[in-house]
């Protein structure tokens, strides 16, 4: 008999019962590797490298899952996503993937995410020479019973200057002018014309977008991009001229922030970019910062829901509520 056909025709090892007839959260594959496709709103397309990881429920009178369809399901929608003739955004192909994969595993929830670097051609502030920044995707989906919820986000980097150590400075500089000489409203021109040093960090700000199902909005990568870029005291650019070099390092000093300052900032920009977005769509925001005169580094974040987050800047009161990104993409229970 031939050893492939005997395989073939064999028990179904994965439905049969386990020894302990548990259920278990999530079962799946990791570190998928592919090559994508992926519109923008531009109608421009790219290919870009990308890592999935597909996962479903399993109930408890299931051994196993049946692995192999997982990767069944990613080739064939990545291989429609690139010889067909539509393509699809990442949350988009995340969601067709995360409703086939519940739908071959008779599960009753099943989770995709999807994580691809994308270049973009960004022009000098100066200069005006242009190099390729490269942005990390994300797509995100969940599938149930009760519909698909899906995100979208991304990562950038920037640049920080500390406004505590830039205050010492400011303040020893001030002692330094004065017993020169130098009048207070010559101090206060000075410090308004010379932005004053402080130490740096390059920061990496994430901003995630989360719709809920039903929920249909134009939800793009690039203008996530600019939100997140804005949020920190200055841009950053792979090439640069002098000019460009001094235009970024004085942007940055006179626009010093906290690593908390970039996280509500963030969420600042992302509040009036998506003002028409209803309450039930989620918002997190991220920001870790490369310290420079420390060995560790700095982060700041903030989830929610979108009236979470508009309900606490109305009232200006703290409210404790802040709905998790597992607790959204999981839904109402």
């Given at each position: 008999?031939?050893?492939?056909?005997s395989?073939?025709?064999?028990?179904?090892?994965?439905?049969?019962?386990?020894?302990?007839?548990?259920s278990?959260?999530?079962?799946?594959?990791?570190?998928?590797?592919k090559?994508?496709?992926?519109?923008?709103?531009?109608?421009?397309?790219?290919?870009?490298?990308?890592?999935?990881?597909?996962?479903?429920?399993?109930?408890p009178?299931?051994?196993?899952?049946?692995?192999?369809?997982?990767?069944?399901?990613?080739?064939?929608?990545?291989?429609?996503v690139?010889?067909?003739?539509?393509a699809?955004?990442a949350?988009?192909?995340?969601?067709?993937?995360?409703?086939?994969?519940r739908?071959r595993?008779?599960?009753?929830?099943?989770?995709?995410?999807?994580?691809?670097?994308?270049?973009?051609?960004?022009?000098?502030?100066?200069?005006?020479?242009?190099?390729?920044?490269?942005?990390?995707?994300?797509?995100?989906?969940?599938?149930?019973?009760?519909?698909?919820?899906?995100?979208?986000?991304?990562?950038?980097?920037?640049?920080?200057?500390c406004?505590?150590?830039?205050?010492?400075?400011?303040?020893?500089?001030?002692?330094?002018?004065?017993?020169?000489?130098?009048?207070?409203?010559?101090?206060e021109?000075?410090?308004?014309?010379?932005?004053?040093?402080?130490?740096?960090?390059?920061?990496?700000g994430?901003?995630?977008?989360?719709?809920?199902?039903?929920?249909?909005?134009?939800?793009?990568?690039?203008?996530?991009?600019?939100?997140?870029?804005?949020?920190?005291?200055?841009?950053?650019?792979?090439?640069?001229?002098?000019?460009?070099?001094?235009?970024?390092?004085?942007?940055a000093?006179?626009?010093p922030?906290?690593?908390?300052?970039?996280?509500?900032?963030?969420?600042?920009?992302?509040?009036?970019?998506?003002?028409?977005?209803?309450?039930?769509?989620?918002?997190?925001?991220?920001?870790?910062?490369?310290?420079?005169?420390?060995?560790?580094?700095v982060?700041?974040?903030?989830?929610?829901?979108?009236?979470?987050?508009r309900?606490?800047?109305?009232?200006g009161?703290?409210?404790?509520?802040?709905?998790?990104?597992r607790?959204?993409?999981?839904?109402?229970?």
């Open positions: 008999m031939n050893p492939s056909s395989a073939l025709s064999g028990p179904d090892v994965q439905a049969s019962l386990p020894g302990l007839q548990v278990l959260s999530r079962v799946g594959v990791t570190g998928v590797e090559v994508i496709r992926i519109r923008d709103d531009h109608g421009d397309e790219q290919l870009f490298y990308a890592t999935l990881n597909c996962f479903v429920d399993l109930g009178q299931q051994k196993g899952a049946h692995m192999s369809r997982f990767e069944e399901v990613v080739n064939d929608a990545i291989g429609e690139i010889l067909g003739e539509s699809f955004r949350e988009s192909l995340a969601e067709r993937i995360a409703e086939i994969v739908e595993q008779d599960a009753q929830r099943a989770e995709v995410t999807i994580e691809a670097r994308y270049p973009e051609h960004k022009p000098a502030p100066v200069s005006g020479i242009t190099s390729q920044e490269i942005y990390t995707l994300y797509g995100v989906a969940v599938a149930s019973a009760a519909g698909t919820r899906r995100m979208v986000g991304v990562t950038a980097h920037g640049m920080t200057a406004p505590c150590a830039q205050g010492v400075l400011q303040g020893r500089a001030h002692e330094r002018l004065a017993a020169d000489g130098f009048t207070e409203d010559q101090i021109r000075i410090f308004e014309s010379v932005p004053v040093a402080t130490h740096n960090q390059r920061g990496l994430t901003l995630h977008i989360g719709l809920p199902e039903g929920v249909e909005a134009n939800v793009d990568a690039t203008d996530l991009v600019a939100i997140v870029e804005e949020s920190m005291s200055s841009e950053i650019y792979e090439l640069m001229k002098r000019s460009d070099e001094g235009t970024v390092v004085e942007k000093h006179s626009r922030r906290f690593v908390e300052d970039c996280v509500r900032e963030a969420l600042r920009g992302a509040l009036a970019r998506y003002a028409d977005l209803p309450g039930e769509v989620f918002l997190s925001a991220r920001q870790e910062n490369l310290e420079t005169i420390h060995q560790h580094n982060v700041a974040e903030r989830t929610g829901l979108l009236s979470e987050l309900e606490e800047l109305e009232s009161a703290h409210l404790p509520r802040h709905t998790t990104m607790e959204f993409l999981d839904g109402p229970r």
